[in-house]
């Protein structure tokens, strides 16, 4: 029986308009940002809900928006670049399946999916706590890097950053570059803990 994570994986990935439509009217386009000021780097704030197997650091000028209180998955959001991270994670082991299988899934609709994206660039990454792949879409599309990071054993987190509507590449490059430049900056940061349910606020 297929797990119930890969279905919010095609909910997301159809979210970030990586999935067919029904109709074939292009995508509203963003404003524009003809006087760009990007926030300052090297202010970090840390995840840690109670009902995440994953703690990690995240820059400090995102904001973390609602996270129910019997899974892991919620968006931070860059109110100055108006772009969002979407964060997901989980214990695959409550969800008898394995990192391996789980990334072979994430990969096969990443790619069977993202029909607006002109090129995926795929690579290995590597921090203290585990490894993974970063996935660089290219092109006019809302999402533009997919993260997938794993212990190898037991846990995984998905993060997937992105835009409410897809744009100009050219004209939200910068913006684009610091959301990934700030991406490759979680993986020395990421830890990895037993879920632990509460019925109070789980985050702090």
């Known amino acids: 029986m297929p797990s119930k994570w890969w279905k919010v994986l095609l909910i997301a990935l159809s979210g970030f308009g990586l999935m067919p439509s029904c109709r074939e009217s292009p995508l509203p386009r963003p404003k524009t940002y003809p006087r760009l000021s990007l926030p300052d780097t090297g202010r970090y704030d840390t995840l840690d809900c109670a009902i995440c197997p994953v703690r990690f650091a995240y820059p400090a000028y995102a904001k973390l928006q609602y996270v129910p209180r019997d899974s892991c998955w919620f968006d931070l959001y860059f109110p100055d670049l108006d772009a969002y991270w979407h964060v997901t994670a989980h214990d695959l082991q409550s969800l008898h399946t394995t990192p391996t299988k789980a990334l072979e899934i994430y990969r096969k609709l990443i790619y069977k999916h993202a029909i607006r994206a002109t090129d995926i660039g795929e690579r290995p990454v590597r921090g203290p706590k585990g490894k993974g792949f970063l996935y660089e879409l290219y092109g006019d599309v809302p999402a ?52 632990r349910w509460t019925p109070m606020r789980t985050c702090f």
């Open 144 to 195: 533009h890097a997919l993260l997938f990071f794993t212990d190898s054993v037991r846990y995984a987190v998905m993060i997937a950053s992105y835009f409410k509507v897809a744009g100009a590449e050219d004209s939200l490059a910068p913006i684009i570059e610091r959301l990934r430049y700030e991406l490759e900056r979680i993986y020395p940061t990421i830890q990895w803990r037993a879920v």
